[in-house]
């Protein structure tokens, strides 16, 4: 078997995880997502400057930031993290490592219904390598951080990401996307219709929390990786190079996996497509790589947007709001809400 082949496998196995958990059309129609931000950054995305040159304002397309781009140091970490930590409980492993991993995992559009053949299967032999090939990739857990524009253990350009809420007014995020002050906007629109939009370079997922779908993905994942490290050390491949392509094969794996402690957060995430970035608007800058994402962000109807708790001048600043959607949409613009949740 050659390099290119060992690779492609991963990356084969790499695709089927992340497969789990897409998002397919077959969802409520009443399920939304929500994407909050600043003030500023919410008339940046409406009425960007400076405008592509002969091209007419039409419907609003959003910039999707490369994996290390993003300002949470704990991203990409809680699958990796999840080796490290279940791994030491060698005479009391729980039962999400011991059980059977079944052929078919449930779906998870909704939250999985786990029974007995949907366990993933995990040896204890097997897990503890699996924590040895990890500490060799990344280094030791300290480092399990994405790479920042210069340096770090993880390469994360084969994931492009913009994330999204199930929940449209949510306190919490008002509070870290907003400012303390919750004077920031939320930017909705059906979930369904976000998918109709996008194109196949394009698809939302849902990020997973527990970690019965972490043991999965490693059930998964394991006996290519296993195969991919063993490669490159018999070899004899520069290991740096080597190690530095399996890095980014999994970097995709890696960023649809949270702590359970943010569980609350329901995150979707819609991220570009493992091929390369090709024909995509490309937008360096300081803190790392942005491509441009289809335009279908709030063009069909039931989008709103939701003014923050707390929003200072709600009224100039709605106005200013439905100037630029009546620009873009005519009679299709969103309507501009203010929030309801309580803000002490």
Known sequence: MTARQVLSNLQDRVRQVVGYQRISDTIDDEEEIAHFT????CC??????????????G????WAGEANCLNDPLEGKA????????????TDLPSYVTGKYGRHPAPVDRQPDYDQVDQPHVEMTTWL?????????????????PDLPVSGPITASNAYLVSFCREADRLDLWRAYGGNAADGVSLVMPLREAIKRVTNAWSFYR??????????????????LKRAFDYGMTVGLPRDKWLASIRKILSPVLFLF?????????EVRLMHSFSRVGHAEVNPNGRG??????EFFLDSPRCRLILGPTCEKPKRKAAVLQTYLAERFGKRAPTVQRSAVPFQ
């Not at 419907?59 to 959003?62: C, F, G, H, N, Q």
């Not at 699958?79 to 060698?90: A, K, R, Y």
């Not at 390598?129 to 951080?145: A, C």
């Open 38 to 41: 600043s003030w500023e950054s």
């Open 44 to 57: 940046k995305i409406l009425d960007p400057e400076p405008r592509p040159k002969g091209k007419k304002v």
């Open 59 to 62: 419907a609003i397309a959003l």
């Open 79 to 90: 699958l990796l993290l999840f080796v490290q930590e279940t791994s030491q409980m060698v």
């Open 129 to 145: 390598d699996l924590r040895s090939i990890l500490r060799n990739i990344y280094g030791p857990p300290e480092n399990f951080v």
């Open 207 to 224: 990020v997973a929390y527990d970690d019965r779908s972490k043991a999965r993905a490693w059930a998964v994942l394991y006996e290519p």
């Open 258 to 266: 949270k702590h359970g402690e943010y569980r609350s957060e329901r």
């Open 289 to 294: 790589t942005f491509i441009r994402t289809d």
